[in-house]
């Protein structure tokens, strides 16, 4: 059986730097990230990665202190790899050449299941040269998240003879967007979903909108859903329910359930015709469309006078409903229901 291996890059990610000279180079320096003994000891009893750190000769004076605490609570590493050359020196041992790590590429190591963790682009390459799983760090809480879970992330590309719509969601992502749909209030109100949400999204829309914005607006709420259904994956660990959200005189409640049944109500009506270069008439039809392709229960309730910002607070509170619903639990990785399936 092949093993894996997570490599650690350790200035960064495993200790802080000082960010005048990006080295931590004395005892009074060293200084651990959050949560990083509580979230490597995890990863260390629970899963089944060997512990490779990879740094380069900076910060060798604080390197056994650090590593004396991290083994007093029970983390070791399987391997510690040290480059000791200058960027001029064009060592093929520097990062992100493979150099150092030619004893993992022989195969005994499952690379394509194999991670590099960093905080820099040469991590990035790294991972890449070797052919390895690459996680940003971001925390150590994600990190033993994504280790333990697996990443959440989807493409969906959609066509018709109406509409061609490529979404791409990571949920658990930053708040990253790139959303062109070619109806502007309409990707203005999409931005809400990734921003508030804290999810990556992509959403890529060519429809007819010669005709009218319908088929548009309806088939990416069909792809977004899907894109929501398939990236919780088997919805282990999640909380399973999320809000309601102020707007200046707004008011909304978003609350749902990802529990596998679509069902929405909606309360709320719009004065307007339209916002933008939107028909108020589709923000219905539009949550319909999503709550039947992510299989979940909507219950949407706005009340307020200004329309631009009750649309707004009803995507925004939909986005918070959504990133509450979805938050995981690794220490409780059940299904969140009695029925035993979502």
């Known amino acids: ?119 820099r682009e040469t991590d990035r390459q790294l991972a890449e040269n070797i052919g390895c799983r690459f996680i940003t760090f971001n925390s150590w809480e994600q990190m033993k998240e994504l ?5 959440r992330q989807a493409t969906v590309q959609r066509t018709t003879k109406e509409t061609d719509i490529l979404v791409r969601m990571n949920l658990d992502g930053n708040g990253v967007c790139d959303i062109s749909t070619g109806i502007g209030f309409f ?49 282990r660990g999640i909380e399973r329910y999320g809000f309601c959200l102020p707007m200046d005189d707004c008011l909304s409640t978003v609350a749902l359930d990802f529990g596998g049944r679509p069902w929405i109500v909606w309360e709320t ?19 319909k469309s999503l709550s039947d392709a992510a299989k979940m229960n909507l219950y949407i309730k706005a009340e307020g006078e200004n329309e631009h910002h009750k649309a707004e607070s009803i995507f925004k509170a939909l986005a918070r409903s959504i990133k509450a619903a979805v938050k995981r639990d690794v220490y409780k990785y059940e299904l969140p229901t009695t029925k035993g399936v979502l």
Do not use: W
Request: glycine share 10%.
């Open 269 to 287: 009506a719009f004065k307007r015709e339209m916002i933008g270069d939107m028909p108020t008439e589709m923000f219905f039809h539009f949550f």
């Open 187 to 235: 990707d203005h109100l999409l931005e809400q979903i990734g921003k508030h949400g804290g999810l990556d999204l992509t959403i890529r829309v060519n429809g007819d909108l010669h005709v009218d914005e319908h088929h548009t607006i309806e088939d990416t709420a069909i792809a977004l859903g899907e894109a929501l259904y398939q990236s919780l994956g088997s919805k």
């Open 1 to 119: 059986m092949q093993r894996r291996a997570l490599f650690i890059n350790r200035d960064g990610t495993l200790i802080k730097e000082r960010p005048a000279t990006f080295q931590v180079d004395m005892l009074e320096q060293l200084e651990f990230l959050p949560g990083v003994i509580r979230n490597l000891y995890f990863i260390r009893k629970e899963l089944d990665f060997e512990l490779v750190m990879v740094t380069g000769k900076e910060g060798l004076g604080v390197q056994g202190k650090m590593l004396e605490i991290l083994a007093g609570e029970g983390i070791t590493f399987d391997d510690i790899l040290i480059d000791t050359s200058l960027p001029e020196d064009r060592s093929p041992n520097r990062k992100p050449k493979p150099g150092m790590l030619k004893y993992y590429l022989t195969g005994d190591y499952d690379l394509s299941n194999s991670c590099v963790a960093g905080d």
């Open 147 to 151: 280790l333990f879970a697996g990443e």
